[in-house]
């Protein structure tokens, strides 16, 4: 039996999300493209205006548009994870990796203008 009353009076701790922001996700995922490109020899993409309002239209945004925006993020952000890290393998090993670098650039550029449409 528990000897400190107050101890049996405190509620579980609420689970926190600590996800990043779109906009910051969106930008997380913009510098591991540069990275890419880099990979690819490619020229870094221009940067992209910011969305500062990103934040403001996920918020307005239906909650199945945000449901779609964040299993997008996460979906982006799980393969890009895995092919920067094959790549940076293959390099290290002395393969080729421009062409995988390309592909992977462009994949992800294409899922994150999926996810700012979805948005906006």
Avoid: C, K, W
């Avoid at 870094?44 to 500062?52: D, I, K, L, R, Y």
């Avoid at 393969?95 to 700012?116: D, F, K, N, P, W």
């Amino acid at each position: 039996m528990d000897d400190n009353p107050a101890m049996s009076n405190l509620a579980p701790s609420p689970i926190v999300d600590v996800r990043p922001a779109p906009a910051e996700q969106v930008a997380q995922l913009r510098a591991i493209r540069a990275l890419v490109d880099e990979l690819a020899g490619n020229a870094p993409a221009g940067s992209v205006a910011a969305h500062g309002d990103l934040d403001r239209l996920y918020d307005r945004a239906p909650s199945i548009a945000q449901r779609r925006f964040d299993a997008l993020a996460g979906e982006t952000a799980a393969y890009a994870a895995a092919g920067l890290s094959a790549l940076i393998a293959e390099r290290g090993a002395g393969g080729t990796v421009a062409g995988a670098a390309a592909h992977l650039a462009r994949e992800m550029e294409r899922s994150i203008r999926r996810m700012e449409t979805l948005l906006g």
